[in-house]
């Protein structure tokens, strides 16, 4: 009978045990710290947000760029005070887009953030805003709602066709599309849009997004 006893109790003993575990495991909540304004001292609107290697956070904000290494806030603006819409992180540089005017920021030789812009003087804006940056085969793209621009690396080539304006590249497997304002689904080839899905496919609907998947097959969202 004491042996029963002595088991029946540890039996017990391991069923609390294991209770109280999936209780704990239950309510636990991972360390989520929100941050305002009140505590970047920058302006109130954040439109969009990258990470370098080193895993520090970038956003582009209404003031300028804000950068977040885990620890403290670094705050950096443009020459013209613009708001940047879109960024992207690259090696050692930030890429980002703002009204009339593109580039990125970098260390100099004392380890200060400066910009540099890429905009080029010859090219007659539309009120052109920076509203999307990608990086395809070593080419960076920076697009508006009515051009897109394209960096070599050396120089800078605008694109612009009043009859087939962008509103959004999508970069998928090594090959850069967009999806049209009023219109379907293209190739970007030399400088060109070759239309892949016309717009009728989706009643005309906007495409949001477009995602690689397994087995070669592609994934479109409206």
């Excluded at 009515?146 to 009859?163: A, E, L």
Aim: proline fraction near 3%.
């Amino acid at each position: 009978k004491m042996r029963l006893k002595a088991i029946f109790y540890a039996f017990l003993i391991c069923i609390l045990s294991f209770a109280s575990l999936s209780c704990k495991a239950l309510s636990f909540m991972p360390i989520i710290t929100n941050y305002n304004s009140f505590a970047y001292h920058f302006g109130i609107q954040n439109w969009s947000c990258t990470q370098d290697e080193r895993g520090t956070m970038y956003f582009g904000n209404n003031n300028g760029m804000l950068v977040f290494d885990g620890y403290e806030w670094n705050k950096f603006t443009l020459p013209n005070k613009g708001i940047i819409r879109s960024l992207l992180a690259d090696g050692n540089r930030i890429y980002v887009g703002s009204y009339t005017d593109f580039g990125y920021f970098a260390r100099n030789s004392k380890g200060e953030m400066t910009y540099h812009s890429l905009w080029p003087s010859q090219y007659k804006s539309h009120n052109d805003e920076i509203w999307n940056i990608i990086k395809v085969n070593g080419h960076i793209y920076f697009q508006s709602f009515c051009s897109y621009f394209d960096f070599d690396g050396k120089r800078v080539t605008p694109y612009y066709n009043s009859k087939q304006l962008p509103f959004w590249l999508y970069q998928v497997k090594g090959e850069v599309y967009a999806q049209l304002i009023n219109g379907g689904i293209c190739r970007l080839h030399q400088g060109k849009y070759q239309t892949i899905i016309p717009a009728k496919t989706f009643h005309s609907d906007n495409v949001m997004g477009i995602y690689s998947l397994a087995q070669g097959k592609t994934l479109l969202i409206t």
